[in-house]
Nanobody, 125 residues
């Protein structure tokens, strides 16, 4: 059975860093696009970053380019999101999601078939 579990959320000051982990089970990461999405209160869920292990392609939303890095450790079936220089506007619930045979460039919540439960990230002084 496919399962995604996120770890690593928390409270961090502006300018700080966090690394989110998405532990996957029941997935062959080579067959899926895996992504990180976030939803702030009163806002729609948006794609933050996605990765396709099959072709090593990645996608980043403009708002996080140069600050966030997505990477995988296939041997551990885990997808990470390294977040640096965090800003208050990065505050949201962050979700890990997967799309079978998907593309990193189609980092759209409506295309994802599997979701984790989410982890809260709060950026505040």
């Amino acid at each position: 059975q496919e399962q995604l579990v996120e770890y690593g959320g928390g409270l961090v000051q502006p300018g700080g860093s966090l690394t989110l982990s998405c532990a996957t089970s029941g997935f062959n990461l080579d067959d899926y696009a895996i992504g990180w999405f976030r939803q702030a209160p009163g806002k729609e869920r948006e794609g933050v970053s996605c990765i396709s292990s099959s072709d090593s392609s990645t996608y980043y939303a403009d708002s996080v380019k140069g600050r966030f890095t997505i990477f995988t450790r296939n041997a551990k079936n885990t997808v990470y999101l390294q977040m640096n220089n965090l800003k208050p506007e990065d505050t949201a619930v962050y979700y890990c999601a997967a799309d079978l045979w998907g593309s990193a460039y189609l980092c759209n919540p409506s295309l994802m078939g599997y979701w984790g439960q989410g982890t809260q990230v709060t950026v505040s002084s």
